[in-house]
């Protein structure tokens, strides 16, 4: 089993940067791939970025890409996502989640262990 603590959210202009974090616990967690989500006020939930286990491979939704980093610390049980140039647009409740694979995360929106969310205010 896997819990996941998020972190890092908050008020920030647009154009500027946050760094949410995802706290692991769990003896497996290295063998998970991770996924960051978000859910705006009145919206469905949307897929955000994606990392595999071994952290080789990511995969971003268009809407962040070039914009958002997702990178993972698999001695620290901890996964990050950087978020640059920000926007109004991205103002969302964040989550954090475990997946067996990457493909579950980013094609299902299909994760095994969420976290509690982080709040991101991004305003203009």
């Known amino acids: 089993q896997v819990q996941l603590v998020e972190s890092g959210g908050g008020l920030v202009q647009a154009g500027g940067s946050l760094r949410l974090s995802c706290a692991a616990s769990?003896?497996?967690?290295?063998?998970?791939?991770m996924g960051w989500f978000r859910q705006a006020p009145g919206k469905e939930r949307d897929f955000v970025a994606a990392i595999t286990w071994n952290g080789v491979n990511t995969y971003y939704a268009d809407s962040v890409k070039g914009r958002f980093t997702i990178s993972r610390n698999n001695a620290k049980k901890m996964v990050y996502l950087q978020m640059n140039s920000l926007k109004p647009e991205d103002t969302a409740v964040y989550y954090c989640?475990?997946?067996?694979?990457?493909?579950?995360?980013?094609?299902?929106?299909?994760?095994?262990?969420w976290g509690q969310g982080t709040q991101v205010t991004v305003s203009s």
């Open positions: 989640a475990a997946a067996g694979s990457s493909r579950d995360l980013r094609s299902l929106g299909k994760g095994d262990y």
């Open positions: 769990g003896r497996t967690f290295s063998t998970y791939a």
